[in-house]
C-alpha cells in the first residue's frame, strides 16, 4: 500500500506541473489588462506602468511563471490585486461554503445513487429497473442550471418559506440554518450524479451477479442479502468509487452555476468573480486549489482500490500493476 501511495504521489507532480502551465498561459493570455481595471479608464499612461510594474505584468510570460511557481514552492499564492490580501486567505475564506455543498451532495449522490442501481439490478427488466433508469436517463440529461432554476422557481414562487433558497450560512453560526441552506443546492449539484451512478451501479452489479460464485454462494443456502449487500456489492464497487473520485473533483469545482444561482460566496462563484476583474492571482491560485484537490482525490481513490479488493494491494506489493 506505502508503495502504491508513494508511485500515485510522485506520478501527480507532473500533472499538477503540466496543469499550472497551461491556466497560468491562458490566463495572461485572456484578453483584458489589470492594471487598467485596477486604475480606471481615465488612469494616466505613467500610473498604468507603474502599476503593471508593480503587478509583473510587464515582464515576458515565462518569467512571470517561473517567479509565481517560485512562491508557489514556498507555499505562496501571491496576493490579490483588488483587495490587497493574501491568495490563501481569500481561498481559505470561500473554502468552507463549497466543501459543505460538496459533501452534502455527495452525501446525496451515495445515499441515493448506489441504492437505486442496487435495486434495479435486482428487478432487472421488471417495471421498478425501467422506471429508475428513466428516471437516471433524465436526471443524466438535465443540467445543474435546470434543476437550480426549477428549485428554486419552487420554493421561492410556487411553495415559498419551505426551504430558504438563497444565501449561505456558516456551521459555526447555525447548524439548523446551514444545512436547511444547503439542501437545495446540494440537490441540483448531485441531481444529474445520481443518476449516473444508479446505472454505473446497475451495470456494475449486473455483471457481478452473472459470476459462478454467486450461482455457488446461492447453491450452497448463503443468504441474499449477505450475497448482495456484502459479496456482490463490494466487487461492484471499483468502477463506481472511480466515478464518485471524478465527481467530487467536479463538485469542488464545478459548482459555478448552482453557487451563482443560490448566492452561496463558494470556490466557484470567486473563480467567476476574479476572473471578471481580471484578479490573475485569486483566479490562478483557486484553479491550482482545485486540480491539487482533483488530483489528490483521485489517490485516495486509488489507495481505497487496495482497501476494497486486497488482491490490487497485494500485487502491487509484489510489484505488480
Do not use: C
Amino acid at each position: 500500500m506505502l508503495r502504491l501511495a508513494v508511485s500515485r504521489i510522485l506520478s501527480a507532480v507532473p500533472v499538477l506541473l503540466v496543469a499550472s502551465i497551461v491556466a497560468f498561459t491562458l490566463l495572461r493570455l485572456a484578453p483584458g489588462d489589470p492594471a487598467l481595471m485596477s486604475a480606471g479608464l481615465e488612469a494616466p499612461p505613467e500610473v498604468l506602468a507603474q502599476i503593471r510594474a508593480d503587478m509583473r505584468l510587464d515582464e515576458p510570460i515565462w518569467l512571470q511563471y517561473l517567479a509565481w511557481l517560485g512562491d508557489l514552492v514556498r507555499g505562496d499564492l501571491g496576493t490579490s490585486y483588488t483587495d490587497k490580501a493574501a491568495v490563501t486567505a481569500v481561498i481559505a475564506e470561500r473554502l468552507p461554503a463549497t466543501i459543505q455543498l460538496a459533501v452534502v451532495a455527495l452525501l446525496f449522490i451515495i445515499v441515493i445513487g448506489v441504492p437505486l442501481g442496487v435495486l434495479s439490478a435486482l428487478r432487472a427488466n421488471r417495471l421498478t429497473d425501467q422506471l429508475i433508469r428513466v428516471g437516471s436517463l433524465a436526471g443524466i440529461s438535465v443540467p445543474n442550471l435546470v434543476v437550480a432554476l426549477f428549485l428554486v422557481l419552487i420554493f421561492g414562487w410556487w411553495f415559498p418559506g419551505i426551504l430558504p433558497y438563497q444565501g449561505f450560512v456558516p456551521l459555526t453560526e447555525d447548524v439548523v440554518a446551514s444545512l436547511q441552506r444547503t439542501w437545495l443546492p446540494a440537490i441540483a449539484l448531485a441531481a444529474p450524479q445520481i443518476g449516473l451512478v444508479a446505472r454505473l451501479t446497475r451495470s456494475s452489479m449486473l455483471e457481478v451477479l452473472g459470476h459462478d460464485y454467486v450461482a455457488a454462494a446461492r447453491a450452497m443456502g448463503v443468504r441474499e442479502r449477505v450475497i448482495v449487500w456484502k459479496d456482490t456489492l463490494r466487487n461492484a464497487l471499483l468502477p463506481v468509487v472511480t466515478v464518485l473520485g471524478v465527481q467530487t473533483g467536479f463538485l469542488l469545482g464545478g459548482s459555478v452555476v448552482v453557487e451563482t444561482v443560490f448566492g452561496i460566496p463558494g470556490l466557484g462563484r470567486l473563480l467567476v468573480e476574479s476572473f471578471n476583474i481580471r484578479d490573475y492571482p485569486v483566479t490562478i491560485g483557486v484553479m491550482m486549489f482545485v486540480a491539487a484537490a482533483f488530483v489528490a482525490i483521485n489517490i485516495v481513490v486509488d489507495l481505497l482500490y487496495g482497501v476494497i479488493n486486497p488482491r490490487i494491494r497485494f500485487g502491487y506489493g509484489a510489484g505488480k500493476e
